[in-house]
């Protein structure tokens, strides 16, 4: 059990700012002057922190966890760069993971889901490959069943980095690395634990279904853009869209809420779209379907229309 510090309550104190600076305007001003001093003195502690023993490797996940969800409800929070220091501490320890209690990997994944979207976007490599079979029959309290799926996830970054140290040629090899990765994707299913149906609520388990099949059909999506560029055989691709675009309305409708965790799903999906009124329609849902924060929101529009930009130039 992790023991309460000075550091884990700067922490604390600095999430709660910006959580209620971002559900209530009038303390926005205060709320982020507070959270910053707070997460600023909590940083420092995760940069000098060395892992010696339990309480070293659970305080760096708290710690790194809990700054990411502050960065996320600022301006240029940077979550990428706390993801990637925290996983550098964790990764010598990772067999040491295993071992302890569930909800520490779920902790885990959240900074390996947030470093692996960002590599998607970059084409860096995430500095943690989490193997599937470490991720079987769980339930993860972020990303569901899906958490199996992110050893996927890694090798199409790895893949998508070798091709843009190659200007994007696709050489033998390269290929055949491709239809690898393709191939483990088109295997790959969700695998919830036994009683799943029972232990959760019809909500919940329309929720979490949806979550599996989101990111698994944006894999497969972006596996198959790195074969097909924008403009070359854009049928599939936009099969995959609609696709994934038709579950979040889904889910929408049925629960009245969007789905964890999908940002990148919905952003990568909208590439796809070429038609101006249901690009509209689709980004009109945007406050719907990013709810995390504010500036997460922020963030997306800026992604999409820089983006979009640059492929409009390339059709």
Known sequence: MLRPTRTLKNAAVACAAVLIGDQYDQYTSTSLEVGHQRAALAVSELRSLEISDKQDLLTALVLGVAMITFAMHVANGQPFLIAHHTLALLKPVYPSLLTMEPDVMDYLMCLVSTETFECLLTSEIPTLRVNENDRLNVIDRYLGLTSSLFAHFYDICKVNHLLRRTGGSMDVQTAQQVHKVQESLARWKASPPPQFLERFTPGEVVTMLAQAKVLH?????????????????????????????????AVLHFTGHSIPCTSLAYLTACFEITDAEARSVALEKIHIVVTFSKQSRIRFQNLNDSIHENLLDKR
């Open 217 to 249: 059909l944006t894999a497969l999506l972006i596996i198959y853009r790195l074969q097909h560029p924008f403009g070359e055989s854009d049928a599939e691709a936009i099969f995959l869209s609609k696709a994934i675009i038709a579950e979040f309305d």
